[in-house]
C-alpha cells in the first residue's frame, strides 16, 4: 500500500495572506485629510446653510401661507398659486421680463464678441481691458441715476446734443415704446465690457495655430470666426449666457432708479412685480409663491440652454 503525501494548501503553508501587523481600514493620514477638508468646507457650509438653504426653504413655506406684514401666517395649501395663474399682471410681468432679457442679451452678446474679436485679433492692450471694466465696477443704482439724468427730456445731455441735429426732445424714459430699450441699453453699456472680457479669456484658450493654417489656406476673418472662434468658444459661451440670463430676469435697481415699472407697466419686470406685492401691498407669502415659479423657471431655463449649448463638451479636446 502506498504512502499517501498530503499536500499542504497555500494558506496552510504560508500562512494568511494579511499578516497581523497589517493595518486595518484607511490610513490614518487619509482620514486626516478628510478631516481637515471638512474644516475647511465649514464656514462656506454654514454661510450657505444660513443665506441660501434657509431663506429658501422659508420662503418655500411662505409660499404656501398668507403670511403678510401685517398678521401672522396661516396655511393655504397650494392657494398662492392658483391665484397666480389667474394674475394678469403677473403674466404681463413676465412678458415684460422676456422682452427685457431678449433685448438686452442680444445686444450685450452681439457688442461684446465683438469687442472680445477685436482685443483677440488685433490687440491685447491691457489699458483697453481696464477701460471696459470701469461700467461694471460702477454701482448699478450709480449707473441708473446717471443715465437718468442723461436722458432728462428737458435738461439731460442726450437730449441736447439730439437738438443739435434737429431732433426734437425725446423722453427715452417716460415713453412706453422707448422705456424698455433704453434700460436695456444702460444695463448693456454697463456689462459689455465685463462680458466681453470673459469671451476674450475664452479666446485665449484656442490655440493660434489654428488660425494661422486658416489664414493660410485663405481663410477670411469672417470664416475664421464662425469656423474656428464660435465653434472653440462654445464652453465659454454657455457660460457667459447662464450667467447673462439669470442675471436678465433679476434686473431690479436700473428700473427702480430709474422708472419705477412705469409707464403704465412697460417696465414692470417680475422682480419688481415681487417687490411690489411684498413691501407695497405687503402680501409676503403671494410674492413669495412669486418668486419661487421664477427660481424654478430660471432652473428649466437654464438646462435647456446648457444641453443645447452642450456646454460640457468642447472641441478642444
Do not use: C
Amino acid at each position: 500500500m502506498g504512502a499517501s503525501t498530503a499536500i499542504a494548501s497555500p494558506r496552510q503553508r504560508g500562512g494568511s495572506r494579511t499578516g497581523k501587523g497589517a493595518s486595518p481600514g484607511r490610513p490614518r493620514r487619509a482620514r486626516d485629510d478628510r478631516r481637515a477638508a471638512w474644516l475647511f468646507l465649514a464656514p462656506a457650509l454654514a454661510g450657505f446653510a444660513l443665506f441660501y438653504a434657509y431663506p429658501t426653504a422659508r420662503g418655500v413655506y411662505y409660499s404656501l401661507t398668507d403670511y403678510s406684514l401685517l398678521n401672522d401666517p396661516h396655511f393655504t395649501g397650494t392657494e398662492n398659486y392658483r391665484q397666480l395663474i389667474g394674475d394678469d399682471q403677473f403674466w404681463n410681468a413676465l412678458k415684460v421680463t422676456g422682452y427685457y432679457v431678449v433685448l438686452n442679451i442680444g445686444s450685450q452678446m452681439i457688442l461684446a464678441l465683438g469687442l472680445a474679436t477685436l482685443m483677440h485679433r488685433l490687440t491685447r492692450s491691457v489699458a483697453l481691458r481696464a477701460m471696459l471694466l470701469v461700467p461694471w465696477l460702477v454701482p448699478n443704482v450709480t449707473v441708473g441715476l446717471l443715465w437718468m439724468w442723461m436722458l432728462d427730456a428737458n435738461l439731460g445731455l442726450v437730449n441736447h446734443l439730439l437738438g443739435a441735429f434737429g431732433v426734437g426732445p425725446t423722453g427715452f424714459l417716460t415713453s412706453p415704446t422707448w422705456a424698455m430699450p433704453t434700460v436695456a441699453g444702460i444695463n448693456a453699456w454697463a456689462y459689455t465690457g465685463y462680458t466681453a472680457l470673459l469671451l476674450y479669456a475664452g479666446m485665449l484658450q484656442i490655440p493660434r495655430h489654428l488660425y494661422e493654417s486658416a489664414s493660410l489656406d485663405g481663410a477670411g476673418e469672417w470664416r475664421m470666426f464662425t469656423r474656428i472662434t464660435l465653434p472653440l468658444l462654445r464652453p465659454v459661451l454657455a457660460l457667459v449666457l447662464v450667467v447673462s440670463l439669470i442675471g436678465s430676469f433679476q434686473i431690479f435697481d436700473t428700473i427702480a432708479v430709474t422708472t419705477k415699472g412705469g409707464p403704465v407697466g412697460a417696465t414692470r419686470v417680475i422682480y419688481f412685480y415681487i417687490y411690489e406685492q411684498a413691501f407695497t401691498y405687503f402680501h409676503m407669502g403671494y410674492a413669495s409663491a412669486v418668486a419661487v415659479i421664477l427660481a424654478l423657471l430660471l432652473g428649466v431655463l437654464t438646462a435647456v440652454q446648457m444641453r443645447l449649448l452642450r456646454a460640457s463638451r468642447s472641441d478642444l479636446a
